[in-house]
């Protein structure tokens, strides 16, 4: 068979850290971020429900902000700090965010975690300390089809309360290597 | 949350010791730091070496003729590895099959691509595959594809008139796929001598289950092993397999299912669907592993809907509210094809909710129409007839000037009645309903709403309470009743145990991880009866390759039949290991006990083994007693003898705008009942959970066609409104614990349960809200619109004809549910 060339195939270079690693990569141009993370670096505790900004599914940090990480792509990546779900736990010890979502039942198919998670977490990145109905409010970014919410917003409320030093933690992990992948 | 009884003290009823109990216990779970550190396999994680990515052409009409696929630019794109189109389908595979077929109905010729005719939008028509889902979504790009598009129809009670355009000309003469009537007494006689009757037509959306992971496929050939590995997203990985089989002509021992985690199901991930058997036809074609990930905009074309009917529903009563009679006539929508579970059933089997009447019937008539099909979603048929059944209870109170609480309880089935069989058959094995409404009714202070009269307060706003009773059918009526439908599956569960040298017991099933808790109470199950640590089981699941064949997770059976197996597999295994270990300690086996991570002399806890030893000894067979085979390993299969009936009230509380019509739910208490409590922390969660669908299928949730052009008008994420977390109403839950006596350890299945009343007990508080102003509700969902609606008399509705009856003689006693 002979192949007719595809012109949207344009691959751009891009250098940035994810959870602490330097990685430089040639990307296709309309990559997104999720399917980078997902499918260039394995971090596939970032997931993907709707590809259009409406479930949260795929929330990351990027330089401290929660992003729907559909709706960027990976090539904007360049010059920028990404954390994702799987730079939380401490070893192989749950953080105490992951571990007050499993101590209050705040998953039932975990699929919407991370997002939760990564939202939580970028809430405590820019100081704040909401309050039950607040943090109601700053979660509907983010659907759940399990588990009615209810835990999800004990969770975070309960993390807020016992780690009031949640803030003034380092937002992103430190540099601890480099990584290079292909487009 | 309350529970008045305490579950452990049936367990002890049925011979677990005094030992630290497990069961009955808030253990954490054994999902979720996998699932919390992003270490979840879902099926788009699975990511084998030198996958291909395959993207659907779909047909974006309702009803079209496919004239002429010329695929062959879209084959020349770079990238572009493989091509199917129906006529390779025609050649290569047998139509899909149905788990849960209608009865009396035809197979219909559904082949994963569309042969001549597409019925509904979003049919598949063309699939290729590519080196990335963007080529391959380039190449579809290129696809050149004729329709010719056909009349169609999408209203269902349209469909069913004779001049409507035929789906299935090839089998059918009409849209009627079939129609099944069950009765029993001579509910037109009760009618003919009622003090009163109330009857309506009660609408319900068309809704979809809409997990947050969407459907997935990856297949793998192995040609010379003649081996096609498949991870899906699935709740019946065995049925999958089966199923595979069947369309692609293999025998089953070619094909292994993997669901591992499957990212909420509902319903609607059972069975095979057009996608799935696509994949494996192109992987087996390229020797090369193929990937299919629904996007969302697939998922709501693609997949299935749920719960779209129209019932005719009518109650007779003498004037002191006992009702004599119920009938319900319905048509429901199973759209352009019959999905592996097809149309809702127990709107046919608890069609009379928790009320006593011996005359009824109920006919069933399923219907084709073009749009997606319809599939099982949580409740399955019972939320349509509660909404229906309870609205009708709200107006004979009315009409009669009877405290709806009162009518309720009169003529609700009692502990002395039951085991009770329905006018259908259904049979309800044990339960007080009646306290269930007593306690929402208390708890809502329904007496103070009564005497405090509908004043308005000084927003104008009116006060309403509305109640919803409801019974949920859990599990099945053994595999007999399963037959007599036509289902090609079993009423059982089968688990196996086996023990590791590790001093671990790993359990395998086919029930996948869904966020039903299965591994953890599994878990618990085995840890309490065999005496072991929680923490030395683990389960895998979702593997054909590693479990024994089974049924899967759905109807809220997995815990009904699952319980029985993996006791009686762990009494087994436990009763090994005390035999093995009472020779080597030349001990009496009766005096033995597994305590934790040793087995024992239970008067002399210094003559002990680990049990890692023990273990090592069986699966060696070093040391064995003379009598005893090695290996340490047992499997267990288990059919509960009958159906499990949950039940309960739910209460709501609602102020409405009687101007805008515009309302907030201020209150809502569900009063539930699911048997004994395997995990309170998890059974809660799930009630929870089912409420939060019900309420958005009540409240928000509504799939809309366009008459016109028989497309769905709002088939995205942002067009289609599931609640976040902002939009729900605080919930008070409230429990009590009857065992249920058909069941291993007395359980209920809870997983449906609060699906069923929030429609009802919302419509109910809104109209009793505005019964001065003479509303009565009759449609899901509820919103402000259509409250304005009814206020302002502009409903539409009336005009249409009754559904009648097909059949007088009704088939005395049913068809035993
Ligand atoms: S996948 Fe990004 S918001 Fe839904
Ligand atoms: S736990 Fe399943 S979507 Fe949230």
């Not at chain 2, 099959?97 to 035809?106: I, Q, S």
């Not at chain 2, 469909?159 to 029993?184: C, I, K, T």
């Not at chain 2, 089966?242 to 069975?271: C, I, N, P, W």
């Not at chain 2, 048997?675 to 928000?700: C, D, S, W, Y």
Request: hydrophobic share 40%.
């Amino acid at each position: 068979m002979t192949s007719v060339e595809n012109p949207s195939e344009v691959l751009v270079e891009t250098v940035t850290t994810v959870n602490g690693r330097v990685v430089t990569a040639n990307v296709p141009a309309r990559l997104h971020v999720a399917d980078f993370l997902r499918q260039h670096l394995g971090l596939t505790g970032t997931h993907l429900g709707c590809e259009q900004g409406a479930c949260g599914m795929c929330t990351v940090i990027v330089d401290g902000e929660a992003v729907k990480s559909c709706l960027m792509l990976a090539c904007q990546l360049d010059g920028r700090n990404v954390q994702t779900v799987e730079s939380l736990a401490e070893g192989d010890e749950l953080n105490p965010l992951q571990q007050a979502f499993k101590e209050e039942h705040a998953l039932q198919c975990g699929f919407c975690s991370p997002g939760f998670l990564m939202t939580a977490t970028a809430l405590a990145h820019q100081g704040r300390r909401p309050g039950r109905d607040e943090i109601r409010e700053e979660i509907t970014g983010v659907l759940c089809r399990c588990t009615g919410y209810d835990n999800v917003v004990t969770a975070i409320e309960r993390w807020f309360a016992e780690n009031p030093q949640g803030a003034s933690e380092d937002p992103l992990p430190a540099v601890t290597d480099t990584i290079a992948t292909q487009g | 949350m309350t529970t008045l009884e305490d579950p452990a003290t049936e367990v002890d009823a049925v011979g677990v010791h005094e030992r630290r109990r497990v069961i009955g216990t808030s253990q954490l779970r054994k999902e979720d730091d996998r699932l919390l550190r992003g270490d979840g396999r879902f099926t788009d994680d699975v990511d084998p070496a030198r996958v291909l990515y395959m993207a659907v052409a779909r047909c974006p009409y309702p009803h079209a003729r496919i004239v002429r696929v010329d695929a062959s630019a879209a084959a020349a794109l770079d990238g572009v590895e493989h091509v199917l189109t129906p006529a390779d389908i025609r050649r290569d595979t047998e139509p899909l099959t149905v788990l849960r077929p209608v009865p009396g109905a035809p197979q219909l010729p559904y082949y994963a691509l569309a042969q001549d005719v597409a019925t509904h939008e979003g049919q598949p028509v063309v699939s290729v595959v590519a080196s990335s889902r963007h080529v391959a979504e380039d190449a579809l790009e290129l696809l050149d594809i004729s329709y010719e598009p056909l009349p169609h129809v999408v209203d269902v009670l349209a469909a069913l008139e004779p001049d409507a355009p035929v789906l299935h000309p090839s089998v059918l003469d009409s849209n009627l796929l079939a129609a099944n009537s069950d009765g029993s007494g001579d509910p037109d006689a009760r009618f003919a001598e009622a003090d009163v009757v109330v009857e309506g037509r009660f609408r319900i959306n068309r809704v979809t289950a809409l997990p947050m992971e969407t459907r997935g496929v990856v297949a793998e050939w192995r040609p010379g092993a003649r081996e096609l590995t498949v991870h899906c997203s699935s709740q019946v990985p065995h049925l999958i397999r089966k199923q595979l089989a069947e369309t692609l002509r293999l025998h089953e021992s070619d094909v292994r299912a993997v669901a591992s985690d499957v990212g909420g199901g509902f319903g609607l991930k059972l069975g095979v669907f057009p996608e799935d058997v696509l994949a494996c036809l192109h992987a087996i074609a390229l020797r090369r592993p193929v990937k299919w990930s629904e996007d969302r905009a697939e998922h709501f074309r693609g997949s299935t809907h749920a719960r779209e009917s129209v019932h005719d529903y009518r109650i007779a009563a003498d004037s002191t509210g006992r009702i004599l009679a119920m009938t319900n006539v319905y048509a429901t929508d199973i759209g352009g094809w019959n999905s592996p579970f097809g149309s809702a059933q127990l709107s046919s089997v608890v069609f009379n909710g928790p009320y006593k009447i011996s005359d009824g019937y109920t006919e069933r008539r399923v219907t084709l129409t073009n749009k997606t099909p319809v599939g099982a979603y949580r409740g399955y048929g019972q939320p349509e007839v509660n909404f229906a059944y309870e609205r009708l209870m709200d107006q004979l109170a009315r009409r009669l000037e009877l405290d709806p609480v009162e009518l309720r309880a009169r003529n609700m089935v009692t502990p002395r009645d039951m085991p009770w069989k329905n006018p259908v058959g259904a049979v309800y094995d044990s339960g007080d309903y009646e306290r269930c409404l007593r306690m929402a009714a208390d708890a809502v202070d329904w007496a103070g709403h009564r005497a405090a009269g509908r004043t308005p307060r000084p927003d104008g706003r009116l006060v309403g309470i509305g109640f919803a009773s409801f019974v949920e059918r859990t599990g099945y009526a053994s595999s007999r009743f399963l037959a007599k439908r036509g289902s090609v599956f079993g009423a059982h569960e089968s688990v196996t145990l086996r023990a590791n040298r590790s001093g671990g017991i790993d359990v395998y099933t086919g029930v996948s991880t869904m966020g039903q808790s299965s591994e953890t109470a599994f878990a618990q199950v085995v840890a309490d009866v065999v005496g072991t640590d929680y923490d030395a089981v683990r389960v895998h699941a979702g593997d054909t390759g590693a479990s024994p064949l089974n049924t899967g997770a759905f109807a809220s059976r997995t815990m009904i039949a699952a319980a029985g197996a993996l006791r009686s597999a762990a009494e087994q295994l436990a009763a090994k290991t005390r035999r093995i270990a009472a020779w080597q300690l030349e001990a009496p086996v009766d005096e033995m006990e597994v305590a934790g991570s040793v087995v024992r002399v239970r008067a002399d806890h210094s003559r002990a083994l680990p049990l890692a030893a023990v273990y090592t000894t069986a699966i060696t067979g070093q040391g064995m007693p003379p009598e005893e085979e090695p290996g340490l390993e047992a499997t267990a299969h288990f059919e509960p003898p009958d159906a499990a009936y949950s039940f309960g009230t739910a209460a709501a509380q609602v102020a409405v705008d009687p101007l805008t019509g515009e309302f907030d739910i201020e209150r809502f208490v569900l009063v539930h009942d699911g048997g004994t409590v395997v995990n309170p922390t998890i059974v809660e969660g799930q009630v929870r959970g089912g409420l939060a669908q019900g309420f958005g299928a009540a409240l928000t949730e509504e799939l809309r066609y366009d008459p016109e052009t028989g497309q769905l008008v709002n088939g995205s994420m942002v067009d289609y409104f599931v609640p976040t977390a902002a939009d729900l109403p605080h919930v008070e839950l409230l429990h009590t614990a009857v065992p249920s006596p058909v069941t291993p350890f007395g359980v209920r299945g809870v997983g449906e349960a609060g699906t069923i009343p929030p429609g009802a007990a919302v419509a109910n508080a809104v109209c009793d809200a505005l019964a001065d102003h003479g509303v009565e509700l009759s449609a899901l969902p509820i919103t402000p619109e259509a409250i304005w609606s009814a206020l302002a008399g502009r409903s539409s509705g009336g005009g249409d004809p009754e559904l009648t009856p097909t059949t007088t003689d009704l088939p005395d006693g049913g068809v035993e549910y």
